[in-house]
């Protein structure tokens, strides 16, 4: 049965050379039964620290939180039914996969015939379900990752908690694993809360993400809702890669602005629940993908470099403001490339970018 999750404004401080530091302030959270919610941000914005109070590592400061209606700020780890898997996979060395698995079951005092149909179960479903005699240092490190979330899910927790899991692989092996720890709490529908400083992985994912920067919540949302909506400059810039063009808005109509960028007016949106005033500075957000050289009639500038990625062109390109643009043209045969010192000009669809006050 999944379970419903909620954090009521908390926080956490630490005493550090005398000063108090909020390493995590007012976080306020509901998680939905079998919802993945990501919590994402740079290293240093309390993401670790906030699901260390979820499983009861660290006490909060302040604030509540609940599982399924129960306050459980305060109770203890082992009381929680919650599994959590780490950023190092912590196996023992001197046991076999399956004893590795069945630990948890051994000390809940399990029946032995239970315990080896649960590590069957759990093996099989982390397609490991041949390797119960092999040994932690005959496996790879997906392997070795696939036994650790095993161990945790035998134990059929009510929420899962994990804490960078995939950090430590290789980019291809993560791109896999992602796909496969998805697959699994899908098919346990089990309530899940993931923390990860790679974005890739947060997108591909979630069902919402948690965006934070300093201790505190920047932005709420599912996947596309935060890379085409951004809140703020701060998620914008973090989530994928943005162009944050500077602009002046010329008029306002409804939740439309004529912004003039680098001497075009462009019709752009704004950001939700903004407010703009003709003459106020905005900041429009474009996405490299949608910001394409042409002949003429956009934006001036001077192409810096022009990398082949095979599937698309990079280029950088100077705009007259200083400021460098990135732009990525899809690569077809016969299509027009640019060369580095040309001169170029960028267009936008001005509908998929967006303003957001400067």
């Given at each position: 049965?999944?379970?419903t999750?909620?954090?009521?404004?908390?926080?956490?401080?630490?005493?550090?050379?005398?000063?108090?530091?909020?390493?995590?302030?007012?976080?306020?959270?509901?998680?939905?039964?079998?919802?993945?919610?990501?919590?994402?941000?740079?290293?240093?914005?309390?993401?670790?620290?906030?699901?260390?109070?979820?499983?009861?590592?660290?006490?909060?400061?302040?604030?509540?939180?609940?599982?399924?209606?129960?306050?459980?700020?305060?109770?203890?780890?082992?009381?929680?039914?919650?599994?959590?898997?780490?950023?190092?996979?912590?196996?023992?060395?001197?046991?076999?996969?399956?004893?590795?698995?069945?630990?948890?079951?051994?000390?809940?005092?399990?029946r032995?015939?239970?315990?080896?149909?649960?590590?069957?179960?759990?093996l099989?479903?982390?397609?490991?379900?041949?390797?119960?005699?092999?040994?932690?240092?005959?496996?790879?490190?997906?392997?070795?990752?696939r036994?650790?979330?095993?161990?945790?899910?035998?134990?059929?927790?009510?929420?899962?908690?994990?804490?960078?899991?995939?950090?430590?692989?290789?980019?291809?092996?993560?791109?896999?694993?992602?796909?496969?720890?998805?697959?699994?709490?899908?098919?346990?529908?089990?309530?899940?809360?993931?923390?990860?400083?790679?974005?890739?992985?947060?997108?591909?994912?979630?069902?919402?993400?948690m965006?934070?920067?300093?201790?505190k919540?920047?932005?709420?949302?599912?996947?596309?809702?935060?890379?085409?909506?951004?809140?703020?400059?701060?998620?914008?810039?973090?989530?994928?890669?943005?162009?944050?063009?500077?602009?002046?808005?010329?008029?306002?109509?409804?939740?439309?602005?004529?912004?003039?960028?680098?001497?075009?007016?462009f019709?752009?949106?704004?950001?939700?629940?903004?407010s703009?005033?003709?003459?106020?500075?905005?900041?429009?957000?474009?996405?490299?993908?949608?910001?394409?050289?042409?002949?003429?009639?956009?934006?001036?500038?001077?192409?810096?470099?022009?990398?082949?990625?095979?599937?698309?062109?990079?280029?950088?390109?100077?705009?007259?403001?200083?400021?460098?643009?990135?732009?990525?043209?899809?690569?077809?045969?016969?299509?027009?490339?640019?060369?580095?010192?040309?001169?170029?000009?960028?267009?936008f669809d001005?509908?998929?970018?967006?303003?957001?006050?400067?």
């Amino acid at each position: 049965m999944a379970v419903t999750l909620e954090l009521s404004n908390v926080s956490k401080i630490f005493q550090k050379d005398r000063e108090q530091v909020r390493a995590v302030d007012s976080v306020s959270l509901s998680v939905a039964p079998g919802e993945m919610v990501t919590f994402l941000g740079p290293s240093g914005c309390g993401k670790t620290t906030t699901l260390r109070m979820v499983a009861g590592f660290e006490i909060p400061s302040e604030g509540v939180i609940t599982i399924d209606g129960r306050d459980v700020t305060n109770v203890p780890v082992n009381r929680r039914d919650i599994g959590f898997v780490f950023q190092n996979y912590a196996l023992f060395p001197h046991m076999s996969v399956f004893e590795n698995v069945a630990y948890g079951l051994r000390v809940k005092g399990d029946r032995e015939t239970e315990i080896r149909r649960k590590v069957r179960e759990g093996l099989d479903l982390v397609g490991l379900g041949k390797a119960e005699h092999r040994f932690p240092n005959q496996l790879s490190g997906g392997e070795q990752q696939r036994v650790a979330l095993a161990r945790v899910l035998v134990l059929q927790p009510r929420v899962l908690l994990m804490d960078e899991p995939l950090s430590n692989l290789d980019a291809k092996l993560r791109i896999h694993m992602r796909t496969e720890i998805r697959r699994i709490q899908k098919h346990l529908n089990i309530t899940c809360l993931y923390v990860t400083h790679d974005q890739g992985e947060a997108l591909t994912m979630s069902d919402r993400i948690m965006v934070m920067h300093r201790g505190k919540v920047e932005q709420v949302g599912a996947p596309m809702e935060i890379y085409s909506d951004p809140r703020s400059l701060f998620v914008a810039d973090f989530i994928g890669q943005a162009n944050i063009l500077p602009g002046e808005v010329r008029a306002v109509e409804r939740g439309t602005l004529s912004v003039d960028v680098a001497g075009h007016v462009f019709p752009v949106r704004a950001v939700k629940e903004s407010s703009f005033a003709t003459g106020d500075a905005a900041a429009v957000v474009v996405r490299p993908e949608n910001l394409l050289p042409s002949e003429g009639g956009g934006i001036s500038g001077t192409v810096e470099t022009a990398t082949f990625l095979g599937g698309r062109m990079e280029y950088e390109v100077l705009l007259p403001s200083g400021q460098t643009a990135l732009s990525f043209d899809p690569f077809l045969p016969g299509k027009r490339i640019w060369s580095e010192g040309e001169s170029v000009h960028l267009v936008f669809d001005p509908k998929i970018a967006v303003a957001l006050p400067r």
